[in-house]
């Protein structure tokens, strides 16, 4: 019995305090509009901020977001260099720290607060997977 596994190719953040930000991440490029927007290459590393959120890309390794300096997800960027028919680049997602988010988190981000190793049982790839913040609970 081989166990089933979830693979994203998207992630969104939707963050809406204390200013509205949208945060998309694929392997290949990080997008923040939050006023202005900026389009981040993942093969570069760089750190850019505003407004509480701090995105930091090490180049073709991971993506982190901090948001108010107390969540932060950090999002492995899973590259093949020759990858067989079946593998596609891919998306890890992991909460680094989950002080100040609300027990009421739901989706995604809920199911990974409650059980680190919820819904691996198959094998999928998911194209986008939407996370929207309330606002922090401090």
Known sequence: HK????????????INKPERSYLEITPSRVILDGGDRLVLPCNQSVVVGSWGLEVSVSANANVTVT???SIAFVILIHLYK??????????GFYIANSEGLSSNCHGLLGRKLRSPHAGHRGQSYISQAKLILPTPFV
């Open 3 to 14: 166990k089933q596994r979830t693979y994203l190719r998207t992630i969104t953040i939707l």
């Open 67 to 69: 948001i108010q300096g």
């Open 82 to 91: 020759k990858p067989a028919p079946f593998q596609r680049h891919h998306l």
